[in-house]
């Protein structure tokens, strides 16, 4: 049986030198998370997703930075983030278990307003109206990538046409 490694991990984007900086209990399984959703366009980091869709995955590094001990995770990835100038993360948050504080300032959880949510729905129909997009989302979807997703994506095209 193969150990999981626990460390710090980076998503290095080769073309513009921005990185991402990460901590997990099973990183090979964090990266692969990653992947997937950077594949299916559908990445929690926006920022990532953008170069990702731009510069292709070929331009992405996936790199295991520091094996370190779980009780020690939070305060190494926070220190990995602090030690890399703001211009060059993707990273939002500060990092660690507790890490909801921005790096630009605190956290806001504040409802979103209806405008907000109008703009949201806008921007994802634009997205799968992009070829490219519906393209790879459809491909990544057609691998297995999420069977749930394929269901609903198929039913609303046979509904399209």
């Not at 602090?82 to 409802?111: H, M």
């Not at 491909?139 to 999420?146: M, Q």
Request: hydrophobic letters at 40%; aromatic letters at 4%.
């Amino acid at each position: 049986m193969k150990t999981k490694q626990i460390g710090i991990y980076e998503i290095k984007n080769t073309t513009t030198g921005r990185i991402y900086i990460g901590q997990s209990r099973d990183i090979h399984g964090r990266v692969s998370g990653h992947k997937r959703s950077l594949r299916c366009g559908n990445s929690e980091n926006s920022a990532i997703q953008a170069d990702w869709d731009h510069f292709g995955e070929e331009a992405f590094t996936f790199t295991t930075i520091a094996q370190v001990a779980p009780a020690d995770l939070d305060q190494a990835e926070r220190a990995a983030i602090a030690a890399t100038p703001r211009e060059l993360l993707y990273n939002v948050l500060s990092g660690g278990i507790a890490g909801s504080i921005k790096i630009d300032g605190p956290k806001s959880r504040a409802p979103l307003s209806d405008e907000a949510r109008i703009r949201m729905a806008i921007a994802s129909r634009t997205a799968w109206a992009d070829p490219i997009k519906q393209a790879r989302r459809i491909e990544a979807i057609s691998r297995g990538v999420a069977r749930r997703r394929k269901r609903l994506v198929l039913e609303a095209l046979e509904k399209a046409s």
